[in-house]
Structure formats: structure tokens, C-alpha cells
């Protein structure tokens, strides 16, 4: 054997798939008596280099029968590009050789990613379409520090995993190749033999952009930064003013089952954006907010179980068509939100769950690293290349598909190491407390980068518990987000509402509570998607009384809701009245929009409460501060009648709320106003545009200065049953307006 020739151990270790180094083996080296040529092409009978025009340079020895070659070609410099020529009795092809090619990786990714900081990180790992030292191809990064071995398979190697051997970056865990002549569209995954060299199921990529269509789980070759946006006037837009000072109405929509196509397929992401965003529109909505539509596996997770943190879901098309139909609400005026879950992870063997043999992205206590509710690993929040991943993560939909904002799941199973767990089942910190203090460094750290490189985007908890300061910045010792769901306002007042009219006094505190605290936080009032499944029936059907009733109660529930401080958001089908509890595998009842006045009635009646919302500047502008409220009627509890005043800046009038929630109908109700003059009725949820009676105030009522509820002012009022009224002050000589009930 010659000096050069590589030692048949290094061979035997390259063609098993246990060498520690094929970079070091493979592609060209010097040596004492020239470059060195090695090259491993299974399949091949011969194999020579060849000069990029297909001139030969030398033929290549085969030194073992699994296809490993190797020549001397003395005076050749290492830099010098060649090509691979590969004859057997199949016929002839020509390659490039991965281990030719120098890192795409540089030190600044080490060390960004070992401090935690690289707030692009999803720029550099994953696969991205390149070209790379002049030639065509894709260069794959992926994070796997305790990993004795990483290779990229799929259908450009036959899924060998012996023949795309990552190079292992030491100083940060990062593997890295170059891929010569593989290109978009390409099924890949990562091959991953852990550090005692057990070789592990296959692994999709953790930054893979795009997945494929489950039940398969392979990623997919593909671009996110190419795609052409017309939304400049959008993103111009959202950047000004406070966030909390606009109107939000938020429509909240599970993709897969808002609309089903014919023979129950998916729509694609284009025909969502031609319906779903000219529907959101035509109601009113301010905001679209999208369950969560990360790759995930599994259809009745409802996406709160990704995999592919990085990919829009393949249910609906490919990431192009997501960025489009983002791009056609912009210019429709409606912002996107979507549902991002950092709370856990499914442990399914193609994805994060020890990934390279070892705990990586899971807390490696399993009393911290793993959720018995929903049997998912929880992420480990104070390692510094986890919580990297995740702000990028975070970032990565905001940049490349100009997401508006994240609204981010189960913020309460994060904060506390106790949740869900029994006495001996958690790890208290040193100090005896339950605070889990990685998490809140991560919450704190990933809004404070998300509102500094997005101007204008909001971000919004889901958090169900009382921890202090959710919505206020950082440097207050809050946690940084921009709102926070009123989970105790949503349970009270569903409790409330649910409850026959006759036992509704006893329960008056329902309704009124909720204003003790209603300014402690930035709220979103919430009839979520978690308030219509596992049993709970719908809005609707949790109504009491016959059909009449629970349609007035109802609308009067939501006419409460759309004046009550706090920015809105209602799940898909309770606009109009869904009767059947909702189901991820079927589309909601659009039948029943056609089927009597009622819910119809009740479609048009969030529809009429969304542009009053949007136009009438008191009942949105201080939706969060106690300046906006004031109470009128708070205690006749035994007529179930709660009435308040909503107030914007100064100059802007004023709107009375007043909402009768029995049957009885109180034709001459004495309700205490600011000022004397003329009140329009611009909402009575019982007219019959809606369904209702059409009992109402004919328009208006006149205020005279008779005090009343400790106002300078009063008005006789007819107060129809079930039902919720507005008023808003309007000068003598502002000229009347229609009613509401006959929007078109």
C-alpha cells in the first residue's frame, strides 16, 4: 500500500457509516506525493475525475466493492475544480463530489448560536437552494451536538445514508454540507447515528420549510424568501399608533374545517384567500387568527402538536400559496395572526424528541421535560440553542410571511413547574417556589425581539391563571406581550349566560366582577375554539330556553360583549349561530346561514357590531384604560339589567350600553346619562333585521337634565327582552342616520 492510499480501517469505518471525519477522507487532499482523489460513488464499476468540460483527469482505483475509489494525480492543485464520471453496466453518469466543496457555514454561526443571539438562525440551518463555489445545489446545516454521525438522505442517494456524511462543526454541534445538483422539491431527512452509534429513525428538519402531505413525514426541498408582496401600505399602516388603542375584532379560524372543498378535500391556501379573506372582510373582522398551521402530523391536534416549526402546513398547498394568501388579506385591510406554540412538542420518532440520541431540545428532567396532560416533552427554555430556535422561530413568520402577530398557547403551563403535576411530580427551583424562571427569561427575551425588529406586530398570551404583569414590558417586570386573553371573563360570562333568566339575579356578579380587574392587563375577550368542542356544544346550544330565547340571548350576549372593554375575538361558526359542536374533520354548517331569518339575523348582527366597533371611536379606543369606562347601572340584579357609558378621547361622543337579559320587556326604563340631548339608538340587537321582536326607541331617545344613576342626566328608554342596546350622543344638528338591522 502506498503512503497516500487512505488505511483500510478509515475505508471500512467511511462504507459502515461510522467515520468520524468524511471530510477528512473523501474529496481532495494533499499529500507528500501530490492531490489525492477519494471518492465514494456506490454502484459505480469505474469512476473517473473529470474536468468541469469532461476532460479526463485520472481514473480512480476501486478499493472496496461498496463503490470507494481513490487516485494520485501528482501537479494538480487542491482548489482546482473536477467532476466525478461513474460508468457501470447500466450505462454512464456524471456528478459532483459533496466533499469537493468547502463549509457553507462560517465561525460567526458558532458563535452566535452556542451565545444564543443568531436571531436569523433559520437563514443558515435548514436546506436552502444555493450556489455554492459556482455550482448549483443545496446546502443543508442541522443541530445535533452529541450525534456521532449525521447524513442527509432521499431520493438523490437512494436514502443511503453512507453516501451525504455531514461535516460535524465541533466548536457549536452544527453539521453542514453541500449538495451539488439536488434542488427544490426535494424529500429529505436527516439520517442520525447518536453518540454510542445506535443509528436513529430518521428525522425530518427541524428548519425544514416545507413538510410533506401526512401521513408522510419527509421534508421538502423550498424557498421562502423569493415570494413577491404587495402589502407596503399594510405594513406601512400597522406600524402607526398603539396597538391597544385600535379596534381588533379577531375571527378565529381553523383552517381545515372553516370550508371543506367538494368530496370533503382541503382547500388550497388560493381558495382560502378568494373566500375565507372576502368573507373576514365583508363581517367586518379586523384580523384573521389562524389555529396553528406549522407542519404537524396529526389532523386532531388541530396543529397544537407541530413538527415543522418552520413549514406552513402542505394540507393546503405549499409555502408560496400561504405567503399569498397572507399578502391578499393585507390588501383586503385584514391582519394575520397565528396560534405559535413554544409550550411543547410532540414526541413522534421523526421529529425533535431526542433528536440526536440524547435530550436536546427536551429538558432532560423529566419532571420539567415532559407534559402529562397532553403527553408531549417540553422544550428546555434556559438552554441558550433551544430558546435561539425559538425567537428565530417566532421571527421567521413575522419576516418572510409579514405575519401581523403571534398569539402563543398555553403561556400558563410554561410559568408554572407545577402545572398539571401532583405533590412529588415537580422540581421546585432552590428556593422552594414554582416559578419556572428559564421560561420567563425566554418569554421575556422573545417579545422584547419580536416588537424591536417588527414595529406594529402584537403579541398575545394565552394565559389562565393571575400572574402579574403579562402585558407589560420588560423593563416594568412584565412579560413583554402586547395582550392577554380574558379567560375569567369568558368563563363568568358563559357560566352567566347559561343560566335560565329566572335564577340570573343570584348570579348578577358574573357580569360585574369582571371590571375589578378589566384594566390589570391588555385584554382580548375570548369565545374561543376551546369553548365549543369536547362536549361543550357551541355558543348557541349552551343558551338557555327555547329557540326564540336562545337567539335573543345570544345576540344579547354579544352586543354585551362587543362593549364590554377589551378587543374581540369569536371562533368561526358562532357568527352565525353554529348549532352542531365544531369537529376538525368536517366544514361548519353554511347551510344555516340560508335556513330563516335567525341565523342570518345573528350574522348580521356581528357584522353591524364590527363596523360600529371599528367606527365609532369610544368603544375601541380605550378598550384598556379605566378612562374609557363608567358604569350606569350596576346593581339591579333583580331585573337583570346592567347598563355602562364607553368613552374615547375628549371630543369624541360618548356610547351608553344597556342590556335587558330577561324576557320581560321594560317599556319605560329611567337610565342615567352624561349629558341631556339627543341619544341615537345605534344597536338594539331585538330588531328584526336580526330576528327579533323589533321592539325598540324609534331611532332615538331625548335626555333631559333629570340626575339619575349619579349622572347630570336621563332618558326614558324601552328596554326589549333579551336584548342590548347602544346609544351614542350626537349634537342637534348632526342629522339622523338608519337604523341598525339593515346593513346590506
Keep these: 500500500m502506498f503512503a497516500w492510499q487512505a488505511p483500510d480501517r ?11 471525519d468524511p471530510f477528512g477522507l473523501l474529496g481532495p487532499h494533499e499529500s507528500a506525493d501530490g492531490l489525492v482523489i477519494r471518492a465514494f460513488v456506490p454502484h459505480a464499476g469505474t469512476l473517473e475525475a473529470i474536468e468541469p468540460d469532461g476532460t479526463r483527469i485520472a481514473a480512480l482505483s476501486r478499493r472496496h466493492d461498496a463503490g470507494f475509489f481513490e487516485a494520485l494525480v501528482p501537479g494538480r492543485p487542491a482548489w482546482a475544480r473536477y467532476r466525478l464520471r461513474a460508468r457501470n453496466d447500466g450505462g454512464e453518469w456524471e456528478l459532483d463530489d459533496p466533499y469537493s466543496f468547502g463549509p457553507v457555514l462560517g465561525p460567526i454561526d458558532d458563535y452566535l448560536l452556542v451565545e444564543g443571539t443568531h436571531r436569523l438562525l433559520y437563514e443558515r440551518l435548514g436546506a436552502h437552494p444555493c450556489e455554492h463555489e459556482g455550482v448549483a445545489g443545496v446546502r443543508f446545516a442541522v443541530w445535533a451536538p452529541n450525534a456521532s454521525r449525521v447524513s442527509v438522505v432521499g431520493d438523490f442517494n437512494t436514502w443511503d445514508g453512507r453516501r451525504h456524511q455531514m461535516r460535524k462543526r465541533v466548536d457549536s454541534g452544527l453539521w453542514e454540507l453541500f449538495a451539488p445538483g439536488v434542488g427544490e422539491g426535494t424529500i429529505y431527512k436527516y439520517e442520525i447515528a447518536a453518540a454510542d452509534g445506535r443509528l436513529l429513525p430518521l428525522k425530518a428538519d427541524p428548519f425544514g420549510f416545507r413538510g410533506e402531505f401526512r401521513p408522510a413525514t419527509g421534508s421538502v426541498v423550498a424557498r421562502t424568501d423569493t415570494f413577491e408582496w404587495h402589502d407596503e401600505a399594510h405594513i406601512a399602516a400597522r406600524a402607526q399608533g398603539e396597538a391597544r388603542r385600535k379596534p381588533m375584532s379577531v375571527y378565529e379560524v381553523h383552517l381545515g374545517s372553516w370550508r371543506r372543498g367538494e368530496w370533503g378535500r382541503f382547500l388550497t391556501y388560493d381558495e382560502l384567500a378568494d373566500q375565507l379573506v372576502s368573507y373576514a372582510a365583508w363581517m367586518g373582522f379586523t384580523h384573521i387568527e389562524l389555529l396553528p398551521i406549522s407542519e404537524h402530523p396529526l389532523d386532531a391536534s388541530w396543529g397544537y402538536q407541530p413538527i415543522g416549526l418552520f413549514a406552513p402546513t402542505s394540507r393546503f398547498g405549499d409555502p408560496a400559496g400561504f405567503a399569498r394568501f397572507v399578502d391578499r388579506a393585507h390588501q383586503a385591510g385584514l391582519s394575520v395572526i397565528l396560534d405559535w406554540v413554544p409550550a411543547h412538542f410532540p414526541t413522534d420518532i421523526h421529529g425533535l424528541a431526542h433528536f440526536d440520541g440524547s435530550t436536546l431540545y427536551e429538558h432532560p428532567d423529566p419532571r420539567r421535560g415532559f407534559h402529562p396532560d397532553w403527553n408531549t416533552a417540553i422544550y428546555d427554555f434556559g438552554r441558550r440553542e433551544v430558546a435561539n430556535m425559538l425567537i428565530a422561530n417566532a421571527l421567521y413568520w413575522l419576516d418572510r410571511f409579514h405575519i401581523d402577530g403571534l398569539r402563543v398557547d398555553a403561556v400558563a403551563s410554561m410559568l408554572y413547574l407545577d402545572y398539571s403535576r401532583r405533590q412529588g411530580e415537580w422540581s421546585p427551583n432552590p428556593d422552594g417556589s414554582n416559578d419556572n424562571k428559564d421560561a420567563v427569561a425566554f418569554l421575556r427575551r422573545a417579545n422584547e425581539a419580536i416588537y424591536a425588529e417588527h414595529p406594529g406586530t402584537v403579541v398575545i398570551a394565552e394565559e389562565s391563571t393571575s400572574w402579574a404583569g403579562v402585558s407589560q414590558p ?38 360585574t366582577f369582571g371590571i375589578t380587574y378589566a384594566f390589570s392587563e391588555n385584554f382580548v375577550l375570548p369565545l374561543s375554539h376551546d369553548e365549543v368542542v369536547h362536549g361543550k356544544g357551541t355558543i348557541f346550544g349552551r343558551m338557555p330556553g327555547d329557540d326564540w330565547q336562545r337567539f335573543a340571548t345570544q345576540r344579547a350576549y354579544y352586543g354585551l360583549m362587543w362593549a364590554y372593554p377589551g378587543k374581540k375575538l369569536l371562533f368561526m361558526g358562532q357568527e352565525f349561530a353554529q348549532r352542531r359542536e365544531w369537529s376538525e374533520e368536517r366544514s361548519l354548517d353554511w347551510h344555516l346561514t340560508d335556513q330563516g331569518p335567525h341565523h342570518r339575523g345573528m350574522q348580521m348582527l356581528v ?38 357609558l364607553r368613552f374615547g378621547a375628549e371630543g369624541d361622543p360618548p356610547v351608553a350600553m344597556v342590556a335587558n337579559l330577561t324576557p320581560v ?38 335626555a333631559h337634565a333629570d340626575p339619575a344613576h349619579g349622572l347630570p342626566a336621563s332618558a326614558r328608554v324601552v328596554l326589549p327582552p333579551l336584548a342590548t342596546l347602544y346609544f351614542i350622543w350626537e349634537p342637534e344638528e348632526a342629522a339622523p342616520q338608519g337604523a341598525t338591522g339593515d346593513r346590506q
Design 607 to 644: 357584522r353591524d357590531l364590527n363596523f360600529l366597533y371599528r367606527d365609532v371611536i369610544a368603544l375601541h379606543a380605550r378598550d384598556c384604560e379605566p378612562e374609557g369606562f363608567r358604569w350606569i347601572v350596576v346593581d339591579d340584579k333583580d331585573q337583570s339589567v346592567f347598563a355602562w
Design 665 to 702: 320587556p321594560r317599556t319605560d326604563y329611567r337610565l342615567g346619562l352624561p349629558q341631556a340631548g339627543r341619544w341615537r339608538e345605534i344597536l338594539n340587537t331585538d330588531a328584526a333585521g336580526y330576528g327579533g321582536s323589533g321592539l325598540g326607541n324609534l331611532g332615538a331617545v331625548t
Design 474 to 511: 420588560v423593563y416594568a417586570g412584565g412579560l413583554g406581550f402586547g395582550f392577554k386573553w380574558n379567560m375569567g371573563w369568558m368563563h363568568d360570562t358563559l357560566d352567566y349566560m347559561s343560566t335560565g333568566a329566572v335564577y340570573r339575579p343570584w348570579h348578577h356578579d358574573k357580569i
Design 10 to 20: 478509515e475505508v471500512d469505518a467511511l462504507v459502515g457509516g461510522r467515520h468520524n
